[in-house]
C-alpha cells in the first residue's frame, strides 16, 4: 500500500477508521414553480467507521440530494445530518465528494488538478510560507501513484481517457486524506468495461485507506459488487423501504450465487422482476 503522507496534523484517515455518519430523521424539499416539492421523508440512517454503504433507488428519487446534505452543500429542511457527532454545517475536507464528471480543470495538468485541495488548505491556513513544498508533492505523488496515473502527471485532461480523467477525480479526493467519501454515481458515463474496472479499482483504494463511503446509484449489480450494506429507496420524495446487508467476501464474483440472491431481494424491494 502506498501511503499518503498527512495533510493536517492528527492521524491519517487510515489510522481514525473512516468518520460515522448519522443520518437522523431528515426530510428535505425544493420550491418548484411556487410550490413545496418534497424530496426526501423520514430518511434514518448510519454509516459506520469503515463501512461502505451504498445508496440505491429510481432515478430522481432524490438520492443525490441526501449526498448534498451529508456533504455539507446543503442544509435540511428537517432533522439534522452528524459527522463524528458533530452536527454537519458545511463542507470540510474531511467529506470529500466525487461527481459523475470529473469536472477537471482542462488549463492544468493532471499534477496540478490533483493539487488543488492541498493548495487551498495551504493558503487557508498560510502554510505556504511555513512549510515546504516537497511535502505537498510527496501527497500528491502518493495519491497519482495509488490510482495509477503516476506517469501522466503532466498530461493534460484532453489527453486522457475518461476511466483516466475518473482516477484523477478519486486522486483529487483521496489527496486530501478524506475520513469520507461521497460518490455521486461516479462511473455512470463510463463504457461497461472500464467502469468493472473502475469499481475494482475503488474496492482496492477503500480496503487500502480504510475510509467510509457513502455511494449514490441506480444500479443494482454496481451497488451489490462495492458495498456492504445497500439502502434501498423509494420513488420521489425518497423513503427507506430496506436495508440490505452484504456479507459477500471480497473480492467479489459477479456471478457469486450469494450476490445473485441478493439482487433478487433488491429488485424485490423495488418491485421488479428478477
Not at 72 to 89: F, M, N, R, T, Y
Not at 266 to 273: I, P, R, S, T
Request: glycine fraction near 8%; proline fraction near 7%; include cysteine.
Amino acid at each position: 500500500m502506498v501511503a499518503i503522507p498527512a495533510l493536517n496534523e492528527g492521524p491519517p484517515a487510515a489510522q481514525r477508521g473512516g468518520a460515522r455518519i448519522d443520518v437522523r430523521n431528515v426530510s428535505h424539499r425544493f420550491t418548484f414553480q411556487g410550490a413545496a416539492l418534497p424530496v426526501l421523508q423520514e430518511v434514518d440512517f448510519a454509516v459506520e467507521p469503515g463501512e461502505f454503504v451504498a445508496l440505491l433507488g429510481p432515478s430522481g428519487c432524490g438520492k443525490s440530494t441526501l449526498l448534498r446534505l451529508v456533504a455539507g452543500l446543503d442544509k435540511p429542511a428537517q432533522g439534522s445530518v452528524h459527522a463524528d457527532g458533530a452536527v454537519i454545517e458545511g463542507p470540510d475536507p474531511s467529506r470529500v465528494v466525487v461527481f459523475q464528471d470529473p469536472t477537471l480543470f482542462p488549463w492544468r495538468t493532471v499534477r496540478a488538478n490533483v493539487g488543488l485541495g492541498p493548495q487551498a488548505q495551504r493558503r487557508k491556513h498560510g502554510w505556504w510560507t511555513k512549510q515546504e513544498p516537497d511535502g505537498v508533492s510527496q501527497r500528491i505523488d502518493a495519491a497519482l501513484e495509488l490510482v495509477g496515473l503516476a506517469e501522466f502527471a503532466d498530461a493534460f485532461p484532453h489527453q486522457l481517457s475518461g476511466g483516466m480523467a475518473q482516477r484523477v477525480a478519486l486522486a483529487r479526493a483521496l489527496v486530501n486524506d478524506p475520513a469520507l467519501l461521497v460518490l455521486d454515481e461516479p462511473f455512470g458515463k463510463l463504457d461497461s468495461l472500464t467502469r468493472i474496472r473502475m469499481q475494482g479499482e475503488l474496492v482496492r483504494l477503500w480496503q487500502d485507506a480504510q475510509f467510509s463511503v457513502l455511494l449514490v446509484t441506480h444500479d443494482v449489480e454496481e451497488a451489490l459488487f462495492l458495498a456492504n450494506r445497500v439502502i434501498v429507496f423509494s420513488e420521489r420524495p425518497a423513503r427507506i423501504v430496506a436495508e440490505v446487508h452484504n456479507d459477500a467476501p471480497y473480492p467479489r464474483h459477479r456471478d457469486d450465487p450469494k450476490l445473485v440472491s441478493l439482487r433478487r431481494e433488491v429488485l424485490a424491494q423495488l418491485g421488479l422482476e428478477a
